[in-house]
């Protein structure tokens, strides 16, 4: 880690509530970061992401606002149906612009305007899922200094997304999730 990490952002879709389950539980409550999650959720479900992870973590958490300033130690989960994104003065911005890679919320939009915003400062993760979210955003973030961890490919429930980012982001950090959770808890 080359600059005070600042914040956080983690992506993840199929196998999602597992893979964050081991590690946002894992968060003690005086952590001092951020972070912003995407989750591939159908446009048309309700996205109870943010209660049920409220009653598991000692952190807060909450589904992200419009316009809202970002907090340390909060984690912000993005609505079903609108790319979550973080602003230059550190405000969250949600989009209805078209679904990237069929998705939106993206995770390639997140990681991409959180590094425009953070830079070296930031840590992007890419956790299960079944398609490539992610991978260019996690480029960007590798291209602007931040930290890149990708949970290893053979222990996620769906091993494309993870796999793509490698491909991308040769040097990003491949752990367990009990790795990326050990982690978190000591930036």
Do not use: W
């Amino acid at each position: 880690m080359t600059a005070r990490s600042e914040a956080v952002v983690i992506g993840a879709s199929a196998g999602a509530l597992e893979a964050l389950s081991a590690i946002l539980p894992q968060l003690p409550a005086g952590f001092r970061l951020p972070i912003m999650v995407v989750v591939h959720v159908p446009a048309d479900k309700q996205s109870v992401l943010a209660e049920l992870f409220q009653n598991k973590c000692l952190v807060e958490v909450r589904e992200a606002e419009d316009k809202e300033p970002i907090t340390g130690g909060t984690v912000y989960f993005a609505p079903p149906d609108y790319h979550l994104l973080v602003e230059m003065d550190r405000t969250l911005s949600l989009s209805s612009d078209e679904p990237v890679l069929f998705s939106r919320p993206s995770i390639d939009v997140l990681f991409e305007s959180a590094a425009d915003a953070y830079g070296s400062a930031l840590i992007a993760i890419v956790l299960t899922g079944a398609n490539q979210d992610g991978a260019h955003g996690l480029s960007t973030v590798v291209d602007l200094g931040g930290t890149a961890l990708v949970q290893n490919p053979d222990e996620a429930f769906a091993s494309a997304m993870p796999e793509a980012a490698i491909v991308l982001c040769p040097d990003a950090q491949v752990m367990s999730l009990s790795a990326i959770a050990e982690y978190l808890r000591e930036v």
